[in-house]
Nanobody, 122 residues
Framework: QVQLVESGGGLVQAGGSLRLSCAAS????????MGWFRQAPGEEREFVAG???????DYADSVKGRFTISRDNAKNTLYLQMNSLKPEDTAVYYC????????????????WGQGTQVTVSS
């Protein structure tokens, strides 16, 4: 059984940084693809960043240049480094796992974490 557990969320001022972690069990973070998504109140879940086969990475336009996705295979953990945070980055952030190549599509993912809240104050 795959379990994904996010941590690292919190309250931060605009311009600040946070690093989210996603500890995986039941699968390795190097298998297939892993992604980060977020969902703000009243909004649909949206793609943030993905790390696919052969270390291919993809980012939403809104976070390019500010967020970095990475993984530590030894710790079996996925990360999302978030810099220059903006109030519009406020959301619940989820990590997810898939064997699909479509790493930016939420419905391509089979396994999801419970989410971690990120709140950016202005």
């Amino acid at each position: 059984q795959v379990q994904l557990v996010e941590s690292g969320g919190g309250l931060v001022q605009a311009g600040g940084s946070l690093r989210l972690s996603c500890a995986a069990s039941g699968r390795t973070v190097s298998t297939g693809a892993m992604g980060w998504f977020r969902q703000a109140p009243g909004e649909e879940r949206e793609f943030v960043a993905g790390l696919g086969y052969n270390d291919y990475t993809d980012y939403a336009d809104s976070v390019k240049g500010r967020f970095t996705i990475s993984r530590d295979n030894a710790k079996n953990t996925l990360y999302l480094q978030m810099n220059s945070l903006k109030p519009e980055d406020t959301a619940v952030y989820y990590c997810a796992a898939t064997l699909s190549l479509a790493i930016s599509r939420p419905n391509a993912y089979n396994d999801w974490g419970q989410g971690t809240q990120v709140t950016v104050s202005s």
